[in-house]
């Protein structure tokens, strides 16, 4: 599903940001990329969204050499990737729900399924009987399980999260990552970006 071969990315001289890269990620993987802070994983999971280019080297995302993709064709990619994020980047000025459904009408579903999807996804979450309320309003577990609710909407088959528990406390934390795995068991490939090896120890 993901092949990075030799990939390095120079943001400018001296030491490159990734040197030489080379892996592969199975359809149905559970990756897990470490390091500490400047090591390079939000660069990596970047580099498989198309948000940069790598400086030599090859991705290949679903078979298709993504350096080789033109812009219009990166919108394509991304609908079939799910994104989650430290910073959670809901819309302020959205409810929940529309949080959710924005990415479904970008997509051109009709209002029904929108809307029925929307409702599974933030029940999935926990979160239905929040869905009319201002993400403001909920704690930082709440948004970021909203986060995970729109990145599952459209059912990606693969979902990217970079230290998506980097602004939650242990227990919140422990609850993301148990979202993603079941995520995972139902089929998704996950990609977890964290620096955080305590929480991954104590998840097992
Ligand atoms: N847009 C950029 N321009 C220049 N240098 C950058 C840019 N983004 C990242 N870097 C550099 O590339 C290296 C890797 O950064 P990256 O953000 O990928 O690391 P990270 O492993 O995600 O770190 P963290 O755990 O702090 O999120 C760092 O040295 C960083 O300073
Ligand atoms: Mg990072």
Known sequence: MIVFDRVTKQYRAG????????????????????????????????????????????????????????WRQVPALRRRIGIVFQDFRLLPRRTVAENVSFVLRALAWPVSRRRE???????????AHRAHDWPQSLSGGEQQRVAIARAL???????????????????????????LREIHAR???????????TLIESAG
């Open 153 to 179: 909407a459209a059912e990606p088959r693969l979902l990217l999260a970079d230290e998506p528990t980097g602004n939650l406390d242990p227990a919140r934390s422990l609850e993301i990552l148990g979202l």
């Open 117 to 127: 999807r929307t409702r599974r996804v933030l029940e999935w979450v926990g979160l």
């Open 187 to 197: 089929g998704t490939t996950v990609v977890l970006a964290t620096h955080d090896m």
């Open 15 to 70: 030491e490159p940001a990734l040197r030489d890269v080379s892996f592969h990620i199975a359809p149905g993987e559970f990756v897990v990329i470490t390091g500490p802070s400047g090591a390079g994983k939000t660069t990596l999971l970047q580099l498989v969204y198309r948000e940069l280019v790598p400086s030599s080297g090859r991705v290949v995302v679903d078979g298709r050499e993504l350096a080789e993709m033109s």
